[in-house]
């Protein structure tokens, strides 16, 4: 591959985003560019550098062996030309989704992070669940999510980067008249004959209803059925108090009135949360938010699996070291 005097760093952005999606509609999408000019960018690096960087069908796109060595390459330099800005104040705000307002876990860790990197500029968004934001995160809408990684389909999981931030446990939503309700802590045995609700149907939190379905599994608890959507927090206490259905919950879900908050155990079961972003991203907020989940984490004891817990078997692989 002939290596060309100057190389303008927004060709290389389009090759990246290209090799990441291998497919031009998203990758423009993606970079809020007309695919044509997308492809336009491409076809200029590969007369700069005189090679082909992608074998084109009508079906798929796939990266030539020259691609696949120039992917590399193509990143350390965006990831210096990131450093350069941020070294002259120059940088982009990171997008960080934090699931829902009332969520402790992602709140804290980006307050930890906001106080390693008080230079840069952490903007939260709230997608209500990681399977919603991940389609916003492979398209550069947003930069990092919270949640449940194992839960996510393998071929996502493959474009996405994480660690371990906690595994927390889980707890349910009463009303405050429920037969349970006066119990400090609730045995899952407790719950059996119950129809607990777990946000079946909602197209953007399906890795927490399959987390319900292995935890209520020969338990003799039914995942409730598929309720309105609701968004919003006014709402979703308005369809729980008509419906007076338990909530799965974690241990940190804010406050509903009318209701109480109880521990599950017997055993206590975890909901392991990571923190997400797509391969690829160069950020020095990324760094913060990474060093925050470890030190937060570590304080908290957040990483460890007590004697005992429930845990799938797929999260103790997916959330290994």
């Not at 591959?1 to 952005?13: E, G, I, K, Q, S």
């Not at 809020?32 to 076809?43: E, F, I, K, P, W």
């Not at 338990?246 to 017997?266: I, K, N, S």
Request: charged share 25%; aromatic share 6%; net charge positive.
């Amino acid at each position: 591959m002939p290596a060309p005097a100057h190389l303008d760093p927004r060709l290389l952005r389009a090759f990246v985003t290209v090799a990441e999606e291998l497919h031009f509609t998203r990758a423009a999408a993606r970079l809020y560019v007309a695919q044509q000019a997308l492809s336009r960018d491409v076809r200029r690096l590969e007369r700069e550098l005189g090679t082909e960087l992608f074998v084109r069908t009508t079906r798929q796109v796939t990266l030539t062996a020259d691609g696949e060595r120039l992917v590399p390459h193509a990143r350390q330099v965006l990831a210096a030309q990131e450093a350069l800005l941020a070294a002259f104040g120059q940088v982009r705000p990171l997008l960080v989704d934090l699931n829902s307002p009332g969520l402790g876990t992602p709140r804290r860790v980006l307050h930890r992070a906001r106080e390693l990197a008080p230079d840069c500029e952490l903007m939260a968004r709230y997608e209500s669940g990681l399977t919603g934001a991940v389609g916003e995160l492979l398209a550069g809408r947003i930069d990092v999510s919270f949640g449940r990684f194992a839960g996510l389909d393998p071929g996502l999981r493959r474009q996405l980067e994480h660690r371990i931030v906690r595994y927390e446990p889980m707890a349910v939503v009463l009303p405050q008249d429920h037969r349970l309700a006066s119990h400090a802590q609730v045995p899952l045995a407790s719950l059996a004959g119950e129809t607990v609700y777990a946000g079946a149907g909602n197209p953007r939190t399906p890795e927490w209803t399959d987390l319900a379905r292995r935890l209520f599994e020969g338990r003799g608890i039914e995942v409730a059925a598929p309720l309105p959507l609701a968004v919003g927090d006014e709402e979703f206490q308005r369809v729980m108090a008509r419906t007076r259905c338990p909530v799965l919950a974690v241990v940190d879900f804010p406050a509903m009135p009318g209701t109480v908050r109880r521990p599950l155990v017997d055993p206590v079961p975890l909901s392991p949360v990571s923190l997400v972003w797509r391969k690829g991203l160069t950020h020095p907020g990324l760094g913060a938010l990474r060093r925050a989940a470890g030190e937060v984490g570590q304080e908290q004891g957040w990483s460890r699996v007590p004697e005992g817990a429930w845990l799938p078997e797929a999260d103790r692989w997916a959330c290994a070291p």
